[in-house]
């Protein structure tokens, strides 16, 4: 163990004080600063006004939306069809459309627009509605409450149900409103368009691991080739076991990544502060307000004053990042994070055996191309897939993909933000863990046998004969 | 007997590396391990460090079977070296001696001691890839045998360095010798055995062939056989009246002949002195010794030119 340990500070320690690491330290969070921040910038700069009609059938929300900068609410009486007519005749012009409804609480919206409503807009049309369905609710609950407390009220055996129904209505207060957006082409049909905060997570998350396995992959072979062609390998395996000093290298690269990805955020966080504390007006809207307010609509059953001032105010027009960390709240963070790093980590693993048994198969990088299709194909695959994976996160193909260990840390990502069944993704994780010592197995033997080979092309019916050669 | 290998077999698929090989190393000698190349020594070699394993057979180091505490035991020098191109001397030094098993701190003195005594201390904190090719061999030197192994196994250990560098090496390695270590020694160079090993074994296609103290091998390849000079001025043969004494061979040149003898074995070189000496004058007389190059070239040739060549 103490020489394993060696390995990986070596590996560690020679990876992280070259320069590259340190060029792709500083550039990587510089890039995707950028990425948060132009947005943001860009929409500063915006100038022209949107015009959204509202057709509000159930008459509770249409003057709770105040106009901006940004935004103007028109209110429209007609009927769904005269509405949309009107929309397609001019153009600018956005459709919102609240239906009514005879049993449910209206908890729907739905945009018609030939743009892409920004998630700004959303954000604020749903902000809006949940507060105010909110406010309802309580406003009921405390009807009951005031029922039940006078004396003239007899309900006889009601009293318990009228309990109960408060009780669920305790609980159902914080309120999730449905905002579905329909693009209308200009053919008049309608398209379902997706912007849901979930896809870029999920979408995101699967990219980063992609890229993980695929970088610090390919670092492992790269690694391993080196030791082969340096020739030191035969000094090292004269001290240690093949199996040792392979994963060694494992692990000390994914603790290279691993330091990387967090100097990433930890800068990127850094960066994105510091503009914000440069340039205050663009960023008008801090989250620790945003945190105030789900805080309130969570502490609402405690208050005595039912209405909480409204303070989703109109100009939170130009904060994307707010945004991003209102949608991330819609989504279950822990089991996100969690699976992140068991999908992110076990991923790797599974792939940089291999990497590196490629490593030992070869004499120099030129020769690896033969043997990387078989990683590289199940890999791009995926994160092909996992678009259609994204339309239909149920579907049976979706289902398959991240059940297989070499696709499930891709697909499964991109699925986990939809929710996915507790069973699956244990399921899912136990199959990726079983797949890891499964492919550890088979690329440690052609690693061992490999790494001592020199001046052979070799074929994958050479290395199906290597597995089984004895130790 | 520090190592002790039997009847090792290992086999690659259909190919057997190593069949039935058994050799004896006396503790506190030099081992020479022969053989062409692709007779099987590397694979025997990395059977002894534990690399590989043997499909059949033992190897018993030091009174015990051969297991992972015997590894900080012993030194490898492979025949394929090198080191990391882009790590500091020293650093991939105390990497490579803590492998082995020395602490941090135990490596750092060691080294250091070895690097003075190379008079290299101003390499310590160079990059690998300044340094020549016989620098390196020297850095190899030294993180072999830096933890001050009981067995250190050397192959080809003289190929890379020049004149100079290899006297100082085979310095170093016959002080180690007389420290109390044990060296097996893998070489194509019959010069070095015969200056250095004091028992071989020769391997020939996976097979041993011959094994034993050099000088008894030496003895048995003993041939009986006389070389003359003497001045010949007017070229005439030379003409002997004793059937038994063969000539091999006879030459002239700048009026000096060279006659080589092969005498029975009941005869000796006196006898051969007194028949010669009445009709020239002798000007250098000496025995043929067998040189080990020699005996590597005939037995190996004898010995494949007996079997049936392999498909």
Known sequence: MNKIFLIIQREYLTKVKKKSFIVMTILGPILMASLFILPVYLASRQDDKQLVNVLDETGLFFYKFENNENYTFVPVISSLKEAKETLAKQ??????????????????????????????????????????????????????????????????????????????????????????????????????????????????????????????????????IEEKTSRIIEVIISSVKPFQLMMGKIIGVAMVGLTQFLLWIAFTFIIITAVQTAFPQQFKKTHTEQAQITGKSVALPNETAPAAPNSITADTGNDDMNEIFEAFSSINLPVMIVSFLFYFLFGYLLYAALFAAIGAAVDNETDTQQFMLPITVPLIFSLVVAQTVIQNPESPLAFWLSMIPLTSPVIMMVRIPFGVPTWEILLSGGILVIGFFGTTWLAAKIYRTGILMYGKKSSYRELWKWIWYKG | MILQANSVTKKFGDFTALNKVSI??????????????????????????????????????????????????????????????????????????????????????????????????????????ELSKGMQQKVQFIVTVVHEPKLL???????????????????????????????????????????LCDNIALINKSVKILDGPVKEIKRQYFTNSYQVQYRDFNGTPFQLNEPDFEILNSTVEDEIRTVTFRLPSSKGPNDLLSAILPYVNVIAFNELIPSMNDIFISTVNAVNGNQIPEA
């Open chain 1, 91 to 224: 153009g600018e012009y956005m459709l919102l459309h609240i239906p009514a409804t005879q049993l449910n609480i209206p908890d729907n919206g739905v945009i018609y627009s030939d743009k892409q409503p920004t998630l700004n807009l959303k954000g604020y049309i749903s902000g809006v509605m949940s507060k105010e369905l909110e406010k309802q609710k309580l406003a009921a609950e405390i009807r009951n409450e005031i029922l039940r407390n006078t004396p003239g009220y007899t309900a006889g055996n009601d009293t318990t149900a009228v309990d109960l129904m408060s009780e669920t209505i305790l609980k159902n207060i914080k309120t999730d409103v449905k905002i579905t957006t329909y693009k209308t082409g200009s053919g008049g049909e309608e398209q379902k368009s997706f912007t849901e905060m979930t896809m870029v997570v999920g979408y995101f998350g699967s990219i980063m691991i992609y890229m993980f396995i695929f970088l610090f992959g390919a670092q492992v072979m790269r690694g391993v």
């Open chain 2, 24 to 129: 004896h190393v006396p503790e506190n000698s030099i081992f020479g391990l022969l053989g062409p190349n692709g007779a099987g020594k590397t694979t025997l070699i990395r059977i002894i460090n534990q690399i590989t394993g043997p499909d059949e057979g033992e190897v018993i180091f030091d009174g015990k079977k051969l297991n992972p505490d015997h590894i900080s035991m012993i030194g490898y020098l492979p025949e394929e070296r090198g080191l990391y191109k882009k790590m500091k001397v020293g650093e991939q030094a105390l990497y490579l001696a803590q492998l082995k098993g020395l602490s941090h701190h135990d490596a750092r003195l060691r080294l250091k001691k070895w690097f003075e005594k190379f008079e290299i201390q101003e390499w310590w904190d160079k990059k690998v890839e």
């Open chain 2, 153 to 195: 196994i050397f192959d080809e250990p003289f190929s890379g360095f020049d004149p100079i560098n290899v006297n100082l090496l085979r310095d170093e390695i016959l002080e180690l010798r007389k420290n109390g270590s044990t060296i097996i020694f893998s070489t194509h160079n019959m010069a070095s055995v015969e200056e």
